[in-house]
């Protein structure tokens, strides 16, 4: 009896899951989802490598002005394909010694166009000077010098 049972009992449940599923509409959801953005590169570049062989190349800013402050301010930018500059976010600080040096991953050789802008602070309230564009390094150890003068 109990073989009867289990051999009757499972077809019927599985008969009644199959139904409901044909008949019920699939579940949608209550509002369409909204288009996501899309991503803009950053690029962010690579810390110069504290350890190990890492392959790269160098830009470095070339500074030949006769800049009054004792603090400048330098940023790296990028021109996106729509005609506007972004700072690169790892390549902006403190000039030091009379410019600065950005390390440069092989992945981003001969990419730009770039330009160097040098500022009195880090807020950026007075730009004094800017560079011509220029493109990153083509192979490695590389050092491409970035002239910025002094505006007249």
Same mark, same amino acid.
């Given at each position: ?11 019927f ?5 199959? +139904?409901?599923?044909?008949?019920l ?98 807020? +950026? ?20 010098i ?7």
């Amino acid at each position: 009896m109990e073989h009867i049972y289990k051999a009757t009992v499972l077809p019927f449940f599985i008969a009644v899951f199959l +139904g409901v599923t044909m008949i019920l509409p699939a579940a949608k959801p209550a509002q369409a989802l909204p288009p996501r953005p899309v991503p803009t590169p950053t690029m962010i570049p690579t810390p110069v490598p504290s350890h190990g062989i890492q392959k790269g190349a160098y830009i470095e800013m070339d500074r030949q002005d006769d800049f009054h402050a004792t603090e400048l301010w330098s940023v790296v930018q990028w021109l996106d394909g729509e005609g506007h500059w972004h700072d690169v976010m790892g390549w902006r600080g403190y000039v030091d010694r009379g410019g600065s040096r950005w390390w440069v991953a092989n992945d981003d050789f001969d990419t730009g166009p770039f330009r160097w802008l040098l500022y009195d602070n880090p807020e +950026g309230h007075k730009l004094l000077s800017m560079s011509e564009n220029f493109q990153l390094p083509t192979y490695e150890n590389q050092v491409s010098i970035v002239n910025v003068w002094e505006e007249q």
